[in-house]
């Protein structure tokens, strides 16, 4: 199934007593490049995130965004240093009496040296959390997944849209090229005859010089591979694996026959249909840059 690089999805969930939120867009890009934003007490959940997404896909700019929030407040607490405190309310009052000023020392004083507190973080199982986190990652990757399924889709219609023109166009070259020769062979004769006067015209050189021609600018083989290459190309539509990067070579083959053709064919409205081809093809190029 052909999948679009371009995709986004997101999944809230409240599990275990944390709120956790997992968002994850991507655009496109040559190969898997990876980037999140997590909580920094959470920091390992960034390696486990990227090696579960790396496992579903292949190619693309992936930036994903996690948030894990405690609603039961439990997930720290708060330490006295007594020692210090009393350190304080001792020093403090050896001051007052020395400078002779009145002792108001009160709680809401001593709470004001930020050193006696200490906030240390609760051991949290790291497999627990992030089993809960991927519970929610996997319904985010699920519609992001969708999402480039559907545009893949899309994609696909439009470039089958555009190989039926290709194919067409292949047709009306093939009727067209053996015309040429003809019509050399016809201007041949005039031009012979003209300079040759009332003299016949040698037949056998004639036909010889119409034979070299013919063979020079005769494009049955590329119009034979441009058609091998549009059935290629409709069948890798079709398959389940990844082909972005097999489309992009075959891009390339559409446009090297085609480029031959132009460079052979030496008439006008086959030079029409190869500018027609080339428009087609580049198209084509846009649209599987996208496809992964």
């Known amino acids: 199934m052909i ?14 007593g944390r709120d956790i939120s997992v968002e994850i867009k991507s655009v496109n890009h040559r190969f898997f490049e990876f980037s999140a934003r997590v909580p920094r007490a959470y920091g390992y959940l960034e390696e486990k995130m990227k090696s579960y997404l790396q496992s579903l896909v292949s190619r693309g700019k992936i930036d994903v965004s996690v948030t894990v929030f405690n609603l039961e407040g439990k997930d720290s607490e708060v330490e006295v240093n007594h020692s210090l405190a009393q350190g304080y309310v001792s020093a403090l009052r050896e001051l007052s009496e020395e400078l002779h000023l009145p002792d108001d020392l009160s709680l809401s004083v001593i709470s004001r040296f930020p050193d006696i507190f200490s906030v240390h973080k609760l051991a949290e199982d790291e497999e627990v959390i992030w089993n809960d986190v991927k519970t929610v990652a996997q319904e985010a990757v699920e519609r992001f997944i969708q999402m480039r399924a559907v545009e893949g889709r899309q994609m696909k219609a439009d470039i089958e849209s555009r190989l039926k023109g290709i194919e067409e166009i292949v047709s009306k070259i093939e009727e067209k090229a053996p ?5 050399y062979r016809e201007r041949l004769t005039a031009k012979m005859q003209e300079v040759l006067g009332d003299s016949n015209v040698d037949e056998q050189r004639l036909l010889l010089e119409a034979a070299i021609y013919s063979e020079k600018i005769a494009v049955d083989e590329e119009t034979v591979r441009l058609r091998s290459h549009l059935k290629q190309f409709s069948h890798l539509l ?20 085609t480029n031959t053709i132009g460079s052979k064919a030496q008439d006008v409205e086959i030079t029409g249909y190869v500018v027609e081809i080339k428009s087609e093809i580049e198209k084509i190029r846009e649209q599987i840059q996208n496809i992964e």
């Open 3 to 16: 999948k679009s690089m371009t995709g986004y999805g997101r999944c809230q969930q409240i599990i275990n």
């Open 238 to 257: 079709e398959h389940e694996e990844i082909v972005g990067r097999k489309l992009d070579f075959l891009v390339q083959e559409l446009n090297r026959e």
């Open 179 to 183: 015309q040429t020769v003809q019509n």
